[in-house]
């Protein structure tokens, strides 16, 4: 006479622990995690707004946008601009505003010389608020 042997179920997985352990994960890494304070960069004025309300009187500054493409030019508000003009307007910008910010967003493919070499412009017209930001590449 031959027993045959129980065979053993094979073991399952169970879900609900492990979506219980990602939930205990998810609240301790939103906790524990620190947020940055970025102030929101006005892309465009208002047009119907006087020129003396650009700053608010709280005394937060306006922000001023300085893009740098791969070929080294800069562009304030999408306009390619020049050293000397550039120089022109920041120096006028900081007549009016003098606590001016002005954020510097160069390309990928932009050489390092040609962001000194903006840097330098932006110093010499006087600025003293300079953030320099690089956004990640899409995958």
């Known amino acids: 006479m031959r027993l045959k042997q129980a065979v053993p179920a094979s073991a399952t997985i169970q879900l609900v622990p492990m979506i ?4 205990i ?7 524990t995690s620190t947020y940055l304070n970025l102030r929101m960069i006005p892309m465009a004025e208002g047009t119907d707004a006087p020129a003396t309300d650009a700053a608010p009187a709280t005394g937060t500054a306006s922000a001023l ?3 740098l493409d791969a070929d080294g030019i800069p562009r ?3 306009t390619p601009v ?3 003009e550039l120089k022109q307007v920041l120096e006028a910008r900081l007549a009016e505003t003098p606590a001016l910010s002005v954020v510097l967003l160069p390309s ?4 390092t010389q040609d962001l000194v070499s903006l840097l330098d412009v932006t110093t010499a017209a ?3 608020q300079i953030r320099l930001v690089r956004l990640g590449e899409a995958p």
């Not at 219980?20 to 939930?23: A, C, P, R, T």
């Not at 994960?25 to 906790?31: G, N, R, T």
């Open 20 to 23: 219980d352990v990602l939930m």
């Open 25 to 31: 994960m998810l609240v301790f890494f939103m906790v």
């Open 65 to 67: 946008l300085i893009r």
């Open 76 to 78: 304030l508000r999408g």
């Open 82 to 84: 020049r050293a000397p």
């Open 108 to 111: 990928g493919q932009a050489s």
């Open 126 to 128: 006087g600025v003293r």
